[in-house]
């Protein structure tokens, strides 16, 4: 599962992975134009990102990272709507990784600085599934579940991936201080 997190229009995507062939599940965005109560945003959020959690059973969730503008309530509001996606993730009990928007960006398109229309070009030559959106905050949560798909493919032959602190902790029981 990947997000897009935003306070306005945010971003969801679901891929299948079967060996190194992905497979686009779902794909789509949560319009919040017309809402104006921040509490009615985030509820929004999190109600029907449990509803489609439940439907696809992601067995992990990965979101972007927020990107730092100089607008601190514009910063604000973002940083609520991650809370709203990483508090639903958890209660599914899901592993949840943050990406930088460059990172994404490089795994997609192997380039860090690529725009969203080069990210959303060039997705459909790495997933198979059907890629047309009106919005690019579509395609942006599909980078983010594809560059997380990498990394756990390129994890998974190497060291062990955790759930959070407590799963570490749990399961290096000499690592305790």
Not at 14 to 22: C, D, I, P, S
Not at 44 to 72: C, H, M, V, W
Not at 149 to 154: A, E, K, P, V
Not at 156 to 174: A, C, E, Q, T, V
Request: proline share 3%; net charge positive; aromatic share 10%.
């Amino acid at each position: 599962m990947g997000v897009d997190p935003g306070s306005i229009l945010l971003g969801y995507a679901f891929l299948k992975a079967t060996g190194q062939k992905v497979e686009l599940l779902s794909m789509g965005v949560l319009d919040m134009r017309k809402m104006e109560s921040q509490s009615q945003k985030m509820s929004f959020i999190y109600s029907e990102l449990d509803r489609l959690i439940q439907y696809y059973e992601p067995s992990t969730g990965a979101l972007e990272d927020p990107f730092y503008g100089k607008n601190a309530q514009s910063m604000l509001k973002l940083g609520r709507a991650q809370g709203a996606v990483m508090a639903v993730m958890g209660n599914h009990g899901l592993s949840v990784a943050e990406y930088s928007p460059r990172s994404i960006k490089k795994a997609v398109t192997g380039k860090g600085a690529a725009s969203k229309e080069q990210v959303a070009a060039m997705l459909p030559h790495l997933v198979k599934g059907d890629f047309h959106h009106d919005f690019l905050d579509a395609t942006d949560a599909v980078g983010v579940a594809y560059c997380h798909y990498l990394q756990g493919s390129s994890a998974s032959k190497g060291g062990k991936r955790y759930k959070g602190w407590g799963d570490f902790l749990n399961n290096n029981p000499k690592r305790k201080g």
